[in-house]
């Protein structure tokens, strides 16, 4: 993708070469554990470009079809693997993160569905380019539903369905060629978030893909989709996080994007003991739609400055005077993240 961000580095072959050498050294035997700098554990930038996030890994144990390496090789080329800004870390070069929103195959949901990835890959680099800014790139993101609720029981009775994995592959592939980070983003129903995260770890595998919760959707026991605003509790969220974390542990990955989307506090209970880890990058992120002093208004109430970084929605449709990208930079505390609809 064409927008703003650090250009790519000389060394990204050697390291990319590194990658391998290090699969074929792991699997003789010759060496038990990788180097700091090398398994992501320092959390400094690395050097900058190896190869594209998740090249090759594939559900074997890299979690794609076809996959035949084993799994220290995974855990080797991944632990040499960076994300598109040339780092290890989802803000690691200061990014300013800017995605699209919406499930596959119909735009009902958001502006993503409204065309295939190459299209919506060109309307995603115009609205991002605006961003940029001296010392702080852009990194596009793609926000994909890929549970999504439903007002009707279906045959499990859990008021969600998935959309089918071969979409969701063909986004994971996409986001890998135009260098952004995909967002898997789930609409639970009466089923808990950590049951719905494990049906994705075969996506959630690669080093580009990161998870978003959304609890308005969260229903309980007797509850249905979009006749109540869903909630969950702090606890929930950490054991889906947890849970996350240790699939970038185990698989030697690079740290991931992990948003929880909020527009009334009562929708995350007891956020203030939310965990934060070192494994993701954590996000709240505000959703209120309407008028700019609406927005901004749903933004302070529910936002936790000093517990998160920041997100902010913005609606194509919903929003009277869509705020445009000296708006947003304009928000405090800071937003460090900003998703259209």
Known sequence: MSVPRRAPSERRALLGALAGLVALVLAAGLVTHLPRWLAGDDPA???EGVGRPGAGAGPGPGGGRGDRRTPEQVRAANAATLLPNGTRRVFGADDFLVAYYGTAQTPALGVLGEGAPEQVRERLDAAARPF?????????VYELIVTIADAGPGDDGDYAHDVPRAEVERWVAAARRHDALLLLDLQPGRTGFLDTARRWEWALRQPHVGLALDPEWRMGRREVPGRVIGSVGSQEVDRTSAWLAGLVRRWELPQKLFVLHQFRTDMVRDIAAVTSRRELATVQH?????????????????VRPQQFRRGFKLFYDEDVDLMGPREVHAIRPAVRFVSYQ
């Open 132 to 140: 940029a800014r001296p010392g702080s790139p852009v990194q596009p």
């Open 45 to 47: 930038p690395v050097a």
């Open 286 to 302: 505000v959703d209120g739609f309407g008028a700019p002093r609406e927005k901004l208004a749903t933004y302070r109430a529910v």
